[in-house]
């Protein structure tokens, strides 16, 4: 490729040809990966002000860059330009609850001002799928995508990974396509895993409150035993929350014998 950067538009030309022909040309794959590469300077600078949010995050902060049939999955499924798709460079960060997403969305919209939230616990999402997107723009100008899931959350996701991979059933499944059997499953794995969350922040907020309490000498009976049935609550909600993945799981291995 040449030394001077791409523009925008030799970027969405060749993006329109990946989109519409069956088999890419080599020029316009060779377009892309030029442009992938170029966002990798913005996503280590993301990933770097993102890594020291305190408090620490449960596992180090993964990254992406879109594979090309990643791409044109996507160019194929909506009128997208390919400059125009915000999450070819990403991030995720994976934390310990509801709370702590809360703040990590805070800190990091406060390190990028401007940046959009899409929050997709407000608002239902494809098969059931739950976290919380931030579009961030670095200081080269170019869009980097950062993800932020709970741990439950991530598990959904890793098994709707997993079954996307699965033999007959094929990637169209984290988009709501596939066999109807395994979206209703998808569907209430999701949902047990959003309770476990929000029965953990509940379960949160009451140690807070007998924290308080019990300081200034006003903790009484009923409070503690009112925190230990959400404590009885959450745990339940969890069992619950396995037991769904492992049904999905089952199904996944039923039905890739057929």
Known sequence: MADTPLSKAAVDRAGKRLRDEVVPRPEDVAVYEEYRASLGESLAEVVSQVANWDPPQLQPVTTRLKRIESVIDKLRRGNFRLSGINDVAGCRLIVDGLRRQDDAVTA????????????????????GYVAVHLNVRSSTGHLVEVQVRTVMQHRWALTSEELSRAPHIG????????????????????????????????????????????????????????????????????????????????????????
């Open 108 to 127: 990091i919209s406060g390190m990028f001002p401007g940046c959009r939230i899409s929050d997709y616990r407000l608002r239902e999402h494809i098969s």
């Open 171 to 258: 990637k169209g499944v984290k988009y709501g396509s596939g066999p109807p059997e395994l979206r209703d499953l998808l569907a209430a794995l999701s949902r047990p895993g959003v309770s476990v969350d929000q029965r953990e922040a509940q379960l949160e907020d009451a140690g807070t409150e007998i924290a308080n309490l019990a300081a200034a000498g006003s903790l009484t009976r009923p409070v503690i035993n009112q925190r230990d049935r959400l404590a009885a609550s959450a745990a339940a909600t969890r069992d619950e929350f396995e037991r769904v993945i492992d049904a999905t799981m089952a199904f996944v291995e039923e039905f890739g014998d057929d």
